[in-house]
């Protein structure tokens, strides 16, 4: 394999390059130059950075690097919902926007899958409903559709009689519920599937259980990764796309390590009979939400606990879904539990990701999506390829460098 170079780790002295007072930080991070057909290191192998990978293989020489198996952090626990209007907040229109977009790239990106490998991402369309049980619900429910409308989301109230005309399971006593149209589902374990191949297929090298213990930098600059067992990768490009573990990866200064935390989730899986199931649409239940997959299993999530890489089930977090499920849809209570897990979404300081390039040379973050890592995964492939092959900064991804979470005089 004569792109990677494996050698001693040499211990090198950083050479951290930090603007001057007053100089852009764009020319303190001036662009890597980019050789002819660019060696990449992608640490994580995650849908997003398996996503960068498949975009980057036909033009770059890629190897990504996982501590574990590909694709079984949060990919794997994820719920694959799609939810870019139902879950808009306010203060997160910038948020919002790359949501949306990364939302509008789903249906090519699904289908750009499936001729690529032909794995089926189970893309469904039914949308998703936000369920009020009681007029307190229905209060707070109004009162955010309301900001909702104002940034011209599609999603519209529904009386109970036309809720129940959507899903005849819910429980008997439903005040209504928000339709949002757009707002759908993928299963996400098959999509990781996908991204495996189709980055495989492209070219791109994926290296299982081989854990990135720092990126090698040397004169300010990104030179590739040291693994674990002290093997090094040289590399023009590094990517840091770890997901959870992002801020862990050594070799950086402090305030270019990604403030990623995890933030644990608890959630299990119902099993429906697929030929009947109890519910078609992704459904927010107060407490809990609930997402049919094609083949009957019906996720049930999830707890969102800063609990630290922790990955214990407990009694009361399966006791509170379960609860919270149960009020929605009360026949769950004859399905069997077809399995139970946590998982750790990668959460910034403000919950947005982190995108782009960092303030070192040749060192890229696609980091930090929280909640959204499987909606964001299309928009994060495409604007990340097209920033490190082309050096154009997509304006979508611009609000989200890390330079937002630097002391002022440093970003200036
Ligand atoms: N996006 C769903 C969750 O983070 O639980």
């Known amino acids: 394999m004569p792109r990677l170079r494996a050698a001693e780790i040499k211990p090198v002295e950083p050479v951290w390059v930090i603007p001057a007072k007053g100089a852009a930080l764009s020319q303190a991070i001036s ?18 950075g398996l996503g960068i990978a498949w975009r980057l293989a036909r033009r770059a020489d890629v190897s990504v690097f996982d501590r574990g198996k590909a694709g079984a952090g949060a990919s794997h626990a994820a719920a694959g919902m799609l939810a870019a209007c139902a879950e808009a ?5 910038a948020l919002l926007t790359l949501n949306r977009d990364s939302q509008a790239r789903w249906p090519a990106f699904a289908d750009e899958l499936k001729h690529a490998t032909g794995v089926d991402v189970e893309l469904r369309r039914e949308g998703t409903l936000v369920l009020a049980l009681t007029a307190d619900d229905q209060a707070v429910l109004a009162h955010r559709l309301d900001f909702q409308k104002k940034l011209g989301l599609p999603l519209e109230w529904l009386s109970a009689a036309a809720t129940r005309a959507k899903e005849p399971h819910l429980a008997g006593k439903i005040a209504g519920a928000v339709f949002s149209p757009e707002d759908h589902q993928v299963d996400n374990r098959k999509v990781v599937a996908a991204l495996r191949i189709a980055a495989e297929n492209a070219g791109a090298k994926i290296h299982e259980h081989q854990a990135v213990r720092e990126v090698s930098v040397q004169s300010g600059a990104a030179r590739g990764v040291g ?24 070799g950086l200064p ?10 644990k989730g608890q959630m299990f899986a119902l099993r429906m009979d697929a030929a ?3 519910l078609n649409h992704v459904l927010w239940a107060p407490g809990a939400y609930l997402v049919p997959r094609c083949d009957g299993r019906l996720i049930v999530g999830a707890t969102v606990e800063e609990k630290g890489f922790d990955d214990t089930i407990t009694a009361g977090a399966m006791l509170t879904l379960l609860e919270a499920a149960w009020r ?37 973050y696609a980091t930090g999506h929280h909640r959204n890592g499987i909606l964001l995964a299309p928009v994060t492939a495409d604007t990340l390829a097209k920033l490190i092959l082309d050096d154009v900064t997509e304006p979508v991804i611009q609000p989200f460098g890390l330079e937002r979470f630097l002391p002022a005089r440093a970003a200036e």
């Open 31 to 48: 662009s890597p130059s980019i050789a002819k057909r660019p060696r990449v290191a992608i640490i994580g192998a995650g849908v997003i």
């Open 89 to 93: 907040e306010p203060g997160e229109e």
């Open 227 to 250: 693994l674990e067992d002290g093997t090094r990768i040289d590399a023009d490009i590094v990517v840091l796309a770890a997901g959870a573990w992002s801020r862990g990866i050594a």
């Open 254 to 263: 402090p305030d270019r390590r990604p403030p990623v935390r995890p933030v």
């Open 276 to 278: 009947a199931p109890l």
């Open 328 to 364: 929605a849809i009360p026949a769950i209570e004859e399905l069997p539990i077809d399995e139970i897990w946590a998982g750790h979404r990668p959460g910034s300081r403000d919950d947005a990701p982190i995108l782009g390039r960092a303030p070192l040379e040749n060192l890229f």
